[in-house]
């Protein structure tokens, strides 16, 4: 990311600035209080301050750390103050040894803490803006399900639209579609998850074309064989291309993320070996073709899903006989971890790929669930709150699985958390009395952030 280079650029610059002014000022200020003092004692009496240091965290940006200083001897009264930079040395003269406990630590506390700032995309706030929503809910009919265009049922409030999210300390420059296209040009960026991978598909074809008529969009479905099957309600998912500037998004239906392989593929109504520590076959198959990959996976994980859908765990190729493994939440995070893993030895040998694990996005039923009469009517935006200040993700589990991997969080969960009145709720385009759905969003809407995050990340 150009703004992140820019960054540890800016970081790097600032560190050796940093141990400069320190070493100068406790130099001129040992040169005042004694100015005929030996400038040179022996290599034994030396103080070593090195230069700021950089580590990468679990979001794959930088910290600056201040590594503490190496006392070599203590039989001078003066020491030689000596900056250290990858290897090399610098002097800057000398100074009382007093003065290093004293002004060397608070120097450092002080410049640290005031002009050291780390990006951190899911930390900020959500903010009012006018220029919402960045495309219509009444236009954005070629890519936009009826069912989430919440324009287009009953509902009569649509404030949750007037917001944008404003992370802390990073650059986050506005969406705009052209520009847009053109960085992804000759590229493909493929989302793989369950319904709420859906919606993050169907916000950023909404919001590169603009929500308007596109009829030269090609529909490339059939060259990853997304073509809808014989008695099926829809496809395993679509692909479309934008000719311009040839950039490719696709989506495909995989809510767990593991490889599902029915046991009698002749029988409609066999049982599905669940393989947990297998990819989708899609994945493997056109991985290749992939720049930008997007995974989620989290609310088919119980036991009623399964069930219904007939998945039988498979591990190592065999059922699974491991009783703690069986358990729902155990079987999720083996399978994220699993995945993550596979993906993470794959980078070395397709340089142009970035892969993002979007983390779970949040549910919002009060009063009971899904089907025990949970509700989610809130209209009124932000009223739990506008601001994220933990550092940490809200997802522990896809936080831990791509830490030390190549693979990139995508953060989305704590932001999210805030915006439950941006839910379809009891609203439908019928307008007749039914569930209430608090875990898809309208859209436009809070999906249309997430995009912004991973575009601001590639």
């Not at 630590?105 to 002009?115: C, G, K, R, V, Y």
């Not at 696709?250 to 409609?268: C, G, K, M």
């Not at 875990?439 to 991973?454: A, M, Q, R, V, Y």
């Amino acid at each position: 990311m150009k703004g992140g280079n820019n960054y540890r650029l800016r970081g790097r610059n600032l560190s050796l600035t940093l141990a400069v002014l320190i070493v100068t000022t406790i130099a001129l200020w040992a040169w005042e209080k004694n100015p005929f003092s030996n400038t040179l004692p022996s290599a034994q009496e030396r103080y070593i301050i090195p230069s700021s240091d950089f580590h990468a965290d679990t979001r794959n940006e930088s910290a600056v750390s201040w590594n503490p200083m190496e006392k070599i001897g203590e039989n001078s009264s003066q020491v030689i103050i000596t900056a250290a930079a990858k290897g090399e040395e610098k002097h800057f003269g000398t100074a009382p040894v007093d003065a290093i406990s004293t002004i060397i630590p608070e120097m450092i506390d002080s410049t640290s803490s005031s002009q050291t700032k780390i990006c951190n995309y899911a930390k900020g706030r959500w903010v009012a803006d006018s220029r919402r929503p960045l495309y219509s809910g009444f236009g954005c009919k070629q890519w936009l399900s009826g069912m989430w265009a919440c324009r287009l049922t009953q509902r009569e409030d649509f404030s949750y639209e007037g917001y944008r999210w404003q992370p802390e300390n990073c650059e986050m420059p506005e969406f705009e579609r052209l520009t847009f296209l053109e960085r992804m040009q000759d590229k493909t960026i493929a989302f793989i998850g369950d319904s709420l991978g859906r919606q993050q598909f169907q916000s950023l074809m909404c919001m590169a074309s603009g929500g308007e008529e596109s009829p030269e969009v090609e529909n490339v479905g059939k060259k990853y064989g997304l073509v809808k099957a014989r008695g099926a309600i829809r496809p395993d998912g679509w692909a479309y291309r934008f000719p311009k500037t040839n950039t490719t998004i696709l989506y495909y239906w995989s809510a767990s993320l593991s490889d599902l392989v029915p046991l009698n593929i002749s029988d409609r109504t066999t049982d599905v070996a669940m393989h947990l520590d297998r990819p989708p076959a899609f994945m493997r198959q056109f991985l290749n073709q992939f720049d930008v990959l997007v995974l989620n996976t989290g609310h088919h994980w119980n036991r009623g899903k399964l069930n219904a859908n007939r998945w039988v765990m498979h591990v190592d190729g065999k059922p699974n006989e491991d009783n703690k493994l069986a358990e729902i939440r155990n079987a999720k995070n083996f399978t994220i971890y699993s995945i993550v893993r596979w993906l993470d030895s794959q980078l070395p040998s397709h340089p142009h790929l970035k892969v993002f694990f979007r983390t779970i996005s949040p549910r919002h039923f009060v009063n009971g669930d899904w089907n025990t009469g949970g509700t989610c009517d809130n209209t009124i935006p932000l009223s739990g709150g506008s601001e994220v200040v933990q550092d940490e993700s809200s997802d522990p589990v896809i936080e831990g699985a791509v830490n030390g991997t190549r693979v990139k969080i995508l953060d989305i969960t704590a932001i999210s958390q805030l915006r439950d009145e941006g839910h379809m709720s009891h609203y439908s385009i019928r307008g007749t009395p039914g569930g209430n759905d608090c875990l898809h969003w309208c859209l436009p809407g809070i999906p249309d952030t997430w995009n912004e995050l991973l575009i601001a990340q590639i």
